[in-house]
């Protein structure tokens, strides 16, 4: 894949989405039954039951992908006309993968409030919202208030995805290297959405021993430059107090789980970690440490967020499932949700793919989506 054949692609295609009607209208009678006078009986009828709308219109298997472009991909804050080929992308994934309607909506936002007012303003209109690149601490706020106001499922990717998946991967990471969580020491490098969630999340599942890191080193509570949300990771994590840098944060630690930068992870640093050390690096398009490199110094399993290597930890295993079966439960999003979806595609890898080292399966195993959705309905 080269820069030039992208570019060239969207500029042919112009837009990777477009809307198809499911009936065609070819006389008066069409007319009347799909608009007036027809049209207005179904809006009677759903004027006489709100939740009606699920049986009349398209709200009931279909999306927003909602972004501000303030965090998009690994670019950052481009805007939303940057973001919007992005959501284009995810819609087009959405409805490919889980036969879900997905609609990209990019907005410009002066504050965290206006995409809560936005979101809440739309919802009538679909089924679930799916939050995508709003940079943090700012999608914590959205988070916290449309968990408040919102009557349908939501859920942002950068975060909760990105939680299942890791935990997905470590669900079988850990049977390969035979350890048991209440009894390991986890790294992560990175503080914002997904390395917050991800810390969430291995804690309602079990660890006990994380130690979370960003720019400026291990956060503990002596450090007087953490923000509100950084504060209460200080306040969870980290039981030993350690202070210093990602150097000493891996220092006997079992599992390191890279949410940051590329090439912050030396040779030296895996050999200085517990025996059989497992390696999530997933920063993106370069990871933490090559996979190679994090191979020959030693590590076990070795991850990345990248498709040309094995054990790519992809959010592609984890929202068209999870979309499909909020859809059908109108669940909202919660631990139980989240742990049991990791473990519905952790059990899908054999175990002979686990003998070669093979923690988690294709996003294009005919069996992921499926599973997911169950595991929520």
């Avoid at 820069?3 to 006389?27: C, M, N, Q, T």
């Avoid at 009349?56 to 006309?81: F, H, I, M, Q």
């Avoid at 409805?95 to 965290?112: D, E, L, Q």
């Amino acid at each position: 894949m080269s820069r030039e054949s992208a570019i060239e692609l969207h500029r042919y295609l112009k837009g990777k989405l477009s809307v198809e009607p499911k009936v065609d209208v070819i006389d008066r009678k069409d007319l009347s039954l799909i608009y007036t006078p027809g049209v207005g009986f179904v809006s009677q009828e759903i004027a006489k039951d709100k939740d009606s709308v699920y049986d009349y219109t398209w709200k009931s298997n279909t999306v927003a992908v909602v972004s501000d472009g303030s965090a998009v991909l690994g670019l950052g804050n481009v805007g939303p006309e940057s973001a919007l080929p992005v959501m284009e992308g995810k819609a087009l994934l959405i409805k490919k993968f889980a036969g879900v309607n997905a609609v990209p909506i990019c907005i410009r936002t002066k504050s965290w409030e206006d995409v809560v007012e936005i979101v809440y303003s739309i919802a009538p209109t679909f089924g679930l919202i799916l939050l995508e690149d709003i940079k943090a601490p700012e999608c914590f706020r959205v988070e916290e208030a449309l968990s408040e106001r919102l009557d349908i499922p939501f859920f942002h990717d950068d975060q909760h995805g990105t939680a299942i998946a890791v935990l997905a991967g470590l669900v079988n990471a850990l049977k390969i290297v035979g350890k048991d969580k209440e009894n390991l020491k986890v790294v992560i490098s990175g503080a914002g959405a997904a390395g917050t969630a991800v810390t969430y999340l291995l804690l309602d599942f079990g660890f006990k021993y994380i130690v979370v890191c960003d720019s400026k080193g291990i956060i503990n509570e002596d450090r007087s430059d953490l923000n509100e949300d950084k504060l209460k990771l200080a306040q969870i994590t980290n039981p030993e107090k350690l202070s210093g840098g990602l150097e000493t944060a891996m220092r006997g630690a079992d599992i390191f789980i890279g949410l940051s930068a590329p090439g912050i992870v030396s040779k030296e640093m895996i050999r200085s970690m517990a025996s059989n050390p497992i390696v999530f690096a997933m920063a993106n398009p370069i990871p933490e440490i090559d996979y190679e490199e994090a191979l020959s110094a030693g590590a076990k399993v070795v991850a990345t967020g990248r498709s040309d290597y094995p054990n790519q930890i992809n959010n592609l295993l984890v929202f068209p499932g999870l979309i499909k079966g909020l859809l059908k439960s109108r669940r909202k999003v919660d631990s139980e949700i989240k742990i049991k979806a990791s473990k519905a595609i952790a059990e899908i890898v054999t175990e002979k793919e686990l003998e070669r080292g093979i923690i988690v399966p294709s996003p294009f195993n005919p069996f992921v989506v499926d599973r997911v959705a169950e595991s929520v309905i």
